[in-house]
Nanobody, 119 residues
């Protein structure tokens, strides 16, 4: 059974930090590109960060560059999102995504974890 389980969300003050984790099971984690998305109330889901299968390539949304770092541990089947200098506009539900560029593509989503940045 495929599972992606996010953790680490919560309430944090502006300029604070959080580290999100996403534990994967039920599929070959190392074969999947992993990403973090987020969705704020009333807005569309947006891509925050992506990491390649080996971790050698990472990409970020302009809004989080220099503040967020995505990483993965293929031995632990886990992907992380370290977030620094959090802003109120980072408030959203954060989702973990696994994508394999097969034909057709195979994709899995976690249930999400809430991040709230507020004083």
């Amino acid at each position: 059974q495929v599972q992606l389980v996010e953790s680490g969300g919560g309430l944090v003050q502006p300029e604070g930090s959080l580290r999100l984790s996403c534990a994967a099971s039920g599929f070959t984690f190392r074969a999947y590109t992993m990403s973090w998305y987020r969705q704020a109330p009333g807005k569309e889901r947006e891509l925050v960060a992506t990491i390649s299968t080996t971790g050698g390539d990472t990409r970020y949304a302009d809004s989080v560059k220099g503040r967020f770092t995505i990483s993965r541990d293929n031995a632990k089947n886990t992907v992380y999102l370290q977030m620094y200098s959090l802003k109120p506009e980072d408030t959203a539900v954060y989702y973990c995504n696994a994508l394999r560029r097969s034909v057709p593509p195979t994709q899995f989503w976690g249930p999400g974890t809430q991040v709230t940045v507020s004083s």
